[in-house]
């Protein structure tokens, strides 16, 4: 496997090959094929195995605390990946790199977490920050805190994020209402609110191009 890897990039590895190398880093001395099948038939692939949560982890058996920081690493240097690609250019030109790593921070979330993205007047990324978790429907957003934070980090617009566990992105009335909201409470201080993204799994809403925004 380690041969393939090299040779021909990680497309030469199947799902349960690359979580094998992968915990073969933190268990030298067990058998990693079978606790890499377990991943697989517990959590559907190595995207979702990478990115499950760590009580869900615990429960394979032979995977332990080691297994499970392995694979936590993993997924932190992707996300990581990912937020560079997004660093030091315009949000709003890269937008699919943009939405390829909210996908990858968000999409396999059991619950839901809500985001802002804080953006200078060129439209770079000042900071991405996680503003509230909440239960598998709903998460409590304050317009005016999202204002607030924005002006303590001299932003000039912000892109709010959430995503929907149930994998469906389709707005609530509460997005909707929220969204309404907030854009009101940064019109008032010249912040400009550029969208409010929604994702899904493997799907995502754009609130502007849905022109409830």
Same mark, same amino acid.
């Given at each position: 496997?380690? *041969? $393939?890897?090299?040779?021909?990039?990680?497309?030469? /590895?199947?799902?349960? &090959?690359? !979580?094998?190398?992968? =915990?073969?880093? +933190?268990?030298?001395?067990?058998?990693?094929?079978?606790?890499?099948?377990?991943?697989?038939?517990?959590?559907?692939?190595?995207?979702?195995?990478?990115?499950?949560?760590?009580?869900?982890?615990?429960?394979?058996?032979?995977?332990?605390?080691?297994?499970?920081?392995?694979?936590?690493?993993?997924?932190?240097?992707?996300?990581?990946? *990912? $937020?560079?690609?997004?660093?030091?250019?315009?949000? /709003?030109?890269?937008? &699919?790199? !943009?939405?390829?790593? =909210?996908?990858? +921070?968000?999409?396999?979330?059991?619950?839901?977490?809500?985001?802002?993205?804080?953006?200078?007047?060129?439209?770079?990324?000042?900071?991405?920050?996680?503003?509230?978790?909440?239960?598998?429907?709903?998460?409590?957003?304050?317009?005016?805190?999202?204002?607030?934070?924005?002006?303590?980090?001299?932003?000039?617009?912000?892109?709010?994020?959430?995503?929907?566990?149930?994998?469906?992105?389709?707005?609530?009335?509460?997005?909707?209402?929220?969204?309404?909201?907030?854009?009101?409470?940064?019109?008032?201080?010249?912040?400009?609110?550029?969208?409010?993204?929604?994702?899904?799994?493997?799907?995502?809403?754009?609130?502007?191009?849905?022109?409830?925004?």
């Amino acid at each position: 496997m380690r *041969a $393939r890897l090299l040779a021909a990039g990680p497309e030469a /590895l199947a799902d349960h &090959e690359l !979580l094998e190398m992968v =915990l073969f880093t +933190a268990l030298p001395r067990r058998d990693t094929k079978a606790i890499a099948k377990a991943l697989l038939a517990r959590f559907g692939s190595f995207a979702g195995a990478i990115a499950a949560p760590l009580p869900d982890l615990r429960a394979i058996e032979g995977l332990g605390e080691a297994g499970a920081a392995a694979l936590k690493t993993v997924q932190a240097a992707a996300l990581r990946l *990912a $937020r560079t690609e997004i660093l030091d250019r315009p949000l /709003l030109d890269n937008w &699919e790199r !943009l939405i390829g790593y =909210l996908n990858a +921070a968000l999409a396999r979330e059991r619950v839901e977490q809500f985001r802002v993205l804080f953006l200078d007047a060129r439209n770079h990324l000042l900071a991405d920050e996680v503003q509230a978790r909440g239960t598998v429907n709903h998460t409590p957003v304050y317009p005016r805190e999202v204002v607030k934070r924005a002006l303590e980090l001299h932003a000039a617009a912000i892109i709010l994020v959430h995503n929907h566990p149930s994998g469906d992105p389709t707005p609530s009335r509460e997005d909707i209402t929220m969204t309404a909201e907030t854009r009101k409470a940064a019109d008032a201080l010249a912040i400009v609110l550029h969208d409010h993204i929604i994702i899904g799994n493997g799907r995502w809403t754009s609130l502007r191009e849905k022109k409830l925004l």
